[in-house]
């Protein structure tokens, strides 16, 4: 197969934390200049993966909120955007609402942080805003929601789970905090979806993609994807739904794997 672009993960995969190492940067500057798209596709919203396009020197499309959105940077226009339904939202907030946890909101162009305390304002992005609660007027037409806290994700995934299981989706994925976060989005967004949607926008075959990935949200883009790349760190059911693996994230997995792209043809 005559692999034309690369899909990547950010959180656990291109990132270690927040930060991306000279390695992976260098890596996917390389494969871009040899010919490659390349593609970010993460749990997060679009302004944070817009911020790691500029660091790598590219302005493709974007699949964010864990593939409910994809972002032409270009144009600044969506191609693809599915929202939770205004039900589910209701009683998502009630349940964070009456529960410690920190939750992560995105809407059209802002991201709301529920947070117990009010934090350091400056250390927030500027698309960012602290709430000490969610309001379902407000604060609805919501692309993704990100929970973290172990009580209240029992409670959503006990209660609201099989409620909307026809709805919505919910997985389970590691936060650059390396504590667990669920990723919650309408059930016809998915990254498989989203870049089935890039791949039209791009005029390519989506089995010319080589997918990389390290959390159950990445599978389905795994799916789609000609071949598929898990990191070294990944549970071994997200490696076994992969078609090959590269090392963790912490030792560049990704810029390991693109160099045996560029070297031998795969992955």
Same mark, same amino acid.
């Given at each position: &197969?005559?692999?034309? !672009?690369?899909?990547?993960? *950010? ?37 944070? %993966?817009?911020? $790691? ?14 593939? !409910?959105?994809?972002?032409?940077? =270009? ?8 929202? *939770? ?14 529960? /410690? ?15 117990? +305390?009010?934090?350091? &304002? ?17 604060? /609805? ?19 609201? +789970? ?11 994925? $590691? +936060? ?5 976060? $669920? ?5 016809? %967004? ?6 089935? %949607?890039?791949? =039209? ?19 389905? &883009? ?10 070294? =760190? ?25 160099? /045996? ?7």
């Amino acid at each position: &197969m005559d692999y034309k !672009a690369l899909a990547i993960d *950010l959180d656990g995969t291109l990132l270690v934390g927040e930060d991306l190492s000279s390695e992976n940067r260098d890596a996917v500057r390389l494969a871009h200049e040899a010919g490659f798209e390349i593609i970010i596709a993460t749990a997060r919203w679009r302004q944070m %993966a817009e911020g $790691i396009a500029k660091q790598l020197g590219i302005e493709k499309p974007i699949i964010a909120c864990s593939g !409910a959105q994809v972002y032409l940077p =270009q144009s600044q226009e969506d191609i693809f955007d599915h929202r *939770l339904p205004d039900t589910f939202i209701s009683e998502l907030y009630a349940l964070c609402n009456t529960n /410690r946890c920190i939750a992560t909101v995105t809407t059209d162009t802002d991201v709301i942080l529920k947070l117990d +305390g009010q934090p350091d &304002m400056n250390l927030l992005p500027s698309e960012m805003t602290w709430v000490p609660q969610l309001d379902v007027t407000t604060h /609805r037409a919501a692309r993704i929601a990100a929970i973290q806290g172990s009580s209240v994700v029992k409670e959503i995934k006990d209660k609201l +789970g099989p409620k909307f299981r026809n709805e919505v989706n919910i997985y389970d994925s $590691i +936060g650059p905090n390396g504590k667990l976060v $669920i990723t919650i989005t309408a059930k016809a %967004a998915n990254k498989g979806k989203a870049l089935l %949607a890039c791949c =039209q926008h791009l005029n390519i075959d989506p089995l010319s993609v080589v997918s990389f990935g390290d959390a159950e949200n990445d599978i389905e &883009m795994f799916k789609v994807s000609g071949a598929s790349v898990a990191m070294g =760190q990944a549970a071994d059911f997200i490696k076994a739904a992969a078609t090959t693996t590269s090392s963790d994230n912490t030792d560049n997995g990704v810029a390991k794997a693109i160099h /045996r792209i560029l070297d031998i043809g795969h992955p």
